[in-house]
């Protein structure tokens, strides 16, 4: 009796939960991209995906009011793309993650010396 007062009551709490979540329309869809588009910066690299399936990394060039201008960075130069917001299924900044290889090893060089500093100096205190 009590699982089954205690599953009524989950049940009662979690059901205006599921009831209130609705997916958004298209044009309401299309309008928090135009939104969100307008918050990044031009020059920004952006990952883009499309309603068809298509995914690239490109720099975001302008943002009008029906289209954001991306251009794909590749070795061969090719036009600008123009993506209207109702193609849009993703739309993300992409930001730099991890430490360039200058980083790596000016820490190694740093730890190195720390380390090679901390024998000569046990070193020195030893002779004494």
Not at 26 to 55: K, N, S
Not at 60 to 75: F, G, H, P, Y
Not at 114 to 126: D, Q, R, V
Request: glycine share 8%; net charge positive; no cysteine.
């Amino acid at each position: 009796m009590r699982q089954l007062i205690a599953v009524m009551v989950i049940m009662s709490i979690s059901a205006p939960a599921f009831a209130a979540q609705q997916s958004a329309s298209p044009a309401i869809e299309a309008a928090a991209f135009q939104h969100m588009a307008a918050g990044i910066p031009l020059g920004t690299r952006v990952r883009v995906q499309t309603t068809a399936g298509r995914r690239l990394t490109a720099t975001l060039m302008n943002v009008t009011d029906e289209t954001i201008i991306v251009k794909r960075d590749s070795r061969v130069p090719e036009p600008a793309l123009s993506i209207r917001f109702d193609e849009l299924s993703s739309l993300k900044r992409q930001e730099k993650r991890g430490i360039g290889l200058g980083k790596a090893l000016g820490i190694g060089v740093a730890a190195g010396g720390g380390a090679m500093l901390t024998l000569f100096l046990i070193f020195l205190s030893i002779e004494d």
